[in-house]
């Protein structure tokens, strides 16, 4: 089955820096990335999502890029601000397997002032 | 448009008790998904609901777990008897499609087994 990796764990950034999440996938039949952002106490909320035909996609401050040879995708966000503090989750979702999100471990942002 | 709502929000068990979650999936919503995050590990699938039939189940740890979704509405998730290692955040979420359609999760219940 799809194995996603995540790293870093922790991310602790100056606020108006830009962060930079990396995960791996292992299953090629995936075809679906999207990325969660969780703060304390609530559910994961969807950021942004990127399909395998697609490279790159942005939208405002956050961009995300797929390399599909190497099976790697990155979520970047620019400009940070304190609001953007909040554990992030890569997810994959392969072509046949469902709908079921393969989800990284999770990273813990933290955006000091 | 209301969004995933899962009670309760908190649940304090003793070992060997039963708890049953409940989540209410967004109107119209044809899929249903439970997953689960144990003490900061990644979040797991446990299983998807396609209606009232259970589309994939390969996540559900073992036979103490339950899920139902009658009449393909809300969805009860029963632990009987619960164990330590059952204590985690239980997620649900939906979407109206299935293939790599935007699930939307709920706030989750956060359970406790001592």
């Known amino acids: 089955g799809e194995n996603v990796e995540q790293h870093p764990s922790t991310l602790s950034v100056q606020e108006g820096d830009s962060a930079v999440i990396k995960c791996t996938y292992s299953?090629?039949?995936?075809?679906?990335f999207p990325w969660y952002k969780q703060e304390l106490g609530k559910g994961p909320q969807l950021i942004i999502d990127?399909?395998?035909?697609?490279g790159e996609k942005k939208d405002q401050r956050i961009a995300v890029t797929l390399n599909k040879t190497a099976k790697h995708f990155s979520l970047h966000i620019t400009e940070t601000q304190p609001e953007d503090s909040a554990v992030y989750f890569c997810?994959?979702?392969?072509?046949?397997?469902?709908?079921?999100?393969?989800f990284g471990t999770g990273t813990q942002l933290k955006v000091e002032l | 448009e209301a969004g995933v709502t899962q009670f309760p929000s908190h649940s304090v068990i003793e070992k060997g008790q039963t708890v049953t979650l409940r989540c209410d999936p967004i109107?119209?919503?044809?899929?249903l998904y439970w997953y689960r995050r144990v003490m900061g590990k990644e979040i797991k699938f446990l299983l998807h609901?396609?209606?009232?039939?259970?589309?994939?189940e390969s996540g559900m740890p073992n036979n103490r777990f339950l899920a139902e979704r009658t009449g393909g509405t809300y969805s009860t998730l029963k632990v009987q008897p619960a164990e330590l290692e059952d204590s985690g955040v239980y997620f649900c979420?939906?979407?109206?499609?299935?293939?790599?359609?935007?699930?939307?999760f709920g706030p989750g219940t956060r359970l406790l087994v001592l």
């Open positions: 979420a939906s979407s109206k499609h299935a293939g790599g359609e935007t699930q939307y």
């Open positions: 299953d090629s039949a995936s075809n679906y």
């Open positions: 990127i399909r395998s035909n697609v």
């Open positions: 997810a994959a979702v392969a072509t046949g397997g469902g709908n079921k999100l393969t």
């Open positions: 109107s119209g919503h044809d899929n």
């Open positions: 609901f396609v209606k009232e039939s259970k589309q994939d």
